[in-house]
Structure formats: C-alpha cells, structure tokens
C-alpha cells in the first residue's frame, strides 16, 4: 500500500506549514499587528491616520477599503511609505506582482533604510518563489532592525521552503529568543528542527505552539505526523483528536488520523474517518485516494480500484492516484502492462517524484521489461539516494539480469540504509545465493 503522503516525507510537509502565515500578515505590520520600527505610522496626520484605518479595515477582511484608505494617505503624503508599502499588499493579494513592485519601488525611494521596506521586498519575493532575491532583502531588514521578530520568521521560512533547514533553525531560534511567547517562532522553530532532525526540540516547540495557539490545530498535526513517522501510532492519533477537538472540520487533519489508523490496520475505523472528510468535501480527488488507500490495505480491490478511477475522474492530473492505482494493480498480479501505462502516467504527471519512479520500475519488472526496471530505479535513486526500498528494488533487478556485483552493492546499501527493512529477509536470500565471481 502506498499512502498519498509517504511517511518519509512527513518532515517535509511539516517544514511548508510554516510559510503559510509569514505571507499572509499586512506587510507593515509583526503578526501581532504591531508595526516594524523604521516606519512611522504615529502622529495624528492625516496620512497616518489614513493608514490605521487601511489597517484595521484589512483586519477585518475589507480590502477594497482598505485600498481606498491607503490611497487618500498617498494622496495626503506621495511619499508615505507605509500606504505604499499597504498597497503593495494590496497588489500582491490581487496578484498583480507589476504594480506591487511600482509601489515598493516608490517605498523605498521614499525610506531606503526602512526594514519594514526590505521585509516587504522579501515578502514580494517569496510570494514569486524568488528565494535568492528575497534572501538579501531580508537580511537587510535584519541588520536594520536586529530585534524585530518578523524578518527572521521570514527568513527562517525561506531557508525551510529552499532546503536549507539548519540556517532555518538558526533564524527561528534568534526569533524564540526575542520572544518565546511568539506561537509564529515556536512553530517555525519546530518545523526547522522537525527538518533538521531534532526531533525533541521539535516536539516541544510544537507543544508551546499549541498552548500558545489554543484554536489553531496545526501544531497538533505537526506533533501527530512526527509519531506517525516514528510508528508511535496512538500518540500520533491522541494529538489528531486534540486539533479535531480544536477544528472538527480540519480535513488535513482528518486524513491524517485516517493514516494513522490505516497504519495500525483498523481499516474499518479508517474507512469511517475517511468517510467524514469526503462529506465535507465529496468532490476532492485527494479523499477519495485516500479512501481507495483504505479499500487497498483493506484488500477490497475492486472498491480501491473504483475509487482511484473515480479521484482520476475529478482530477485527470491526479498522479498519486495512476501511481497508487499501478501499484495496486501490480501487487495483485493483474494487468501488468496496465499497471505500467498508469504508472508511466504518474511519472509524466510528476516527473521529480521519486516513489513514483521506484513504482515504475516495479511494474516494468512485472511487466518482464527489467532493463527498462533497473533505468527508473535509477532515476528514483538520483532523485532520493538514501531510501532503502529503492536500492533494494534495484538489487533484485539486477540480479535478475545476471548482475551480481552490481545487485551485491545494491543489497547491501540497503541493508546498510535500514538494517530492519521489512525485506530484509529477503534481500538477505538474494545475497546468499548470488554468484561470488
């Protein structure tokens, strides 16, 4: 079986969580709705009042008047940095990068040392993917103003996003020492370590994230996929009724709690828990994959296969869905070439994905094609070379095309890679009788 967010990469989808609320705070403002020093929004000018009252209308989600407030400050004061700054905001959430970059070019000319102006530079950056633009903009808003909370936040999200989760920690730390009480730095803190391998500081982080965030459900999901990584299946599935406790319509949640009890084999409570997420959305192609997990682990092929085809149907580019349908179809010996066709499909849908190429190359085996086999375990193996299953796969192709020194490499890294592989067994027969010359 093989579940739409693979164990391995729980670390991974812990560390995107965290950009989320960096990019969503007006780009004057810290997250408590504080300004950054270097823009001056007090007095009782017109502008400036203005301006407050942009602020509190975005707050309370008008943004048409917020736009109108932010401009009458501008006509009040053309060089009023933080409407423009306001209005890039603005901008940005209406997806128009071009005039947002006029007004943060007007900011700047305006206030050139200003840090909330190089944050909100960042901010444009990263909302444009535009990691190695963003970066110095950021650290100048750093140098600026060393004790302010949002620029490392902002850092410390573009360091995760680009792999780069040590100087992430770094910067989430700074951030939790500046204030501990900041539930932005404690979960961004927890995503980097979580990132980094740190899993008892992650652990805690995310813990004073949620005692600090006592509606939010996110760090409770984080702690829960951390122990469903570690196998800690009813710790995983405790911290999932606690966010359910605080969001019960949480489908993230929701499918992960579905995970967790797949992984403990209760496909019956699984297929209900599954079953409420697709109430609350009946058309999501991503819930009925998970419901046709459910139905596969299950070995209820006929409903898997159903339900897969059906998450095809609601989304064509449904790759996890052609991958995990190939799978199936392969482990229950059924239609080998089939099988190859959805998995073929899976990898042109995803082509950076290296489960689905390892998926490929075991369908191709079965299929009989076994140099085409060990070139997509290949491809999987470049993309992600420390995955034991991938090298274990390959092991067994090679020594099925009478390659014994190059099966024997294979084998044994994998056994090197996780000496308590579920296959280990078996790889362990396959180097027994491999041919020592």
């Known amino acids: 079986m093989r579940l739409a967010i693979p164990a391995a990469h729980v670390f991974a989808v812990i560390a995107l969580f965290a950009a989320a609320p960096a990019l969503s705070a007006p780009l004057a403002l810290d997250y408590f709705g504080h300004t950054l020093r270097g823009v001056d929004v007090g007095g009782d000018t017109a502008e400036a ?33 933080p409407a423009l700054i306001g209005l890039a905001d603005i901008a940005q959430r209406a997806n128009n990068m071009s005039q947002a970059k006029e007004y943060l070019q007007k900011a700047e000319q305006a206030a050139p040392r200003s840090p909330a102006v190089h944050l909100a530079w960042g901010r444009y950056f990263m909302l444009g993917e535009q990691f190695l633009q963003a970066e110095p903009a950021l650290l100048k808003a750093h140098e600026l103003e060393p004790k302010a909370i949002p620029p490392l936040l902002e850092l410390g999200d573009l360091y995760l996003l680009s792999g780069r989760p ?49 509606q939010d459900a996110a760090p409770l999901r984080a702690i829960g996929l951390m122990y469903l990584e570690a196998g800690e299946f009813d710790k995983a599935i405790a911290a999932f009724d606690t966010g359910l406790v605080r969001q019960p319509k949480f489908i993230p949640l929701l499918l992960d709690r579905t995970d967790a009890l797949a992984r403990l084999k209760r496909w019956d409570d699984a297929l209900v828990q599954v079953s409420q997420a ?14 046709a997990d ?11 296969e159903a339900q897969y085809l059906n998450a095809i149907k609601l989304d064509p580019t449904s790759a996890i869905a052609y991958n995990n349908l190939a799978w199936m179809t392969m482990t229950r010996k059924g239609n080998a070439q089939k099988a190859v066709e959805w998995a073929r499909k899976a990898v042109a849908l995803s082509p950076g994905s290296s489960p689905f190429r390892d998926t490929l190359g075991w369908v191709l085996r079965a299929a009989g094609d076994l140099p085409s086999a060990q070139a997509s375990l290949l491809e999987a193996i470049k993309l992600e070379p420390n995955i034991a299953d991938y090298h274990f796969h390959l092991g067994i192709i090679q020594a099925e095309l009478k390659k014994p020194t190059e ?26 009788k491999l041919p020592t010359t």
Do not use: C
């Open 407 to 432: 099966a024997r490499t294979s084998l044994r890294h994998a056994l090197d890679l996780n000496p308590h592989l579920p296959e280990a067994d078996e790889a362990r027969r396959v180097l027994e």
């Open 166 to 214: 040590s100087d992430g920690l770094v910067m989430f730390r700074q951030a939790v020492a500046l204030d501990a009480k900041n539930k932005f730095a404690q979960y961004g803190f927890g995503s980097a370590a979580a990132a980094s391998g740190q899993r008892d500081e992650a652990l805690r982080a995310f813990t004073d994230a949620a005692a600090l965030a006592p």
């Open 278 to 291: 697709e109430k609350l959305a009946p058309k999501a192609a991503d819930i009925k994959v998970k419901k």
């Open 49 to 81: 009042r203005e301006y407050r009252a942009g602020i509190q209308s975005l707050i309370r989600g008008n943004m048409a008047a917020a736009k109108a407030h932010y401009e009458a400050a501008v006509k009040l004061a053309p060089n009023y940095a």
């Open 294 to 304: 459910v139905y596969q682990g299950a070995a209820r092929w006929d409903e898997a």
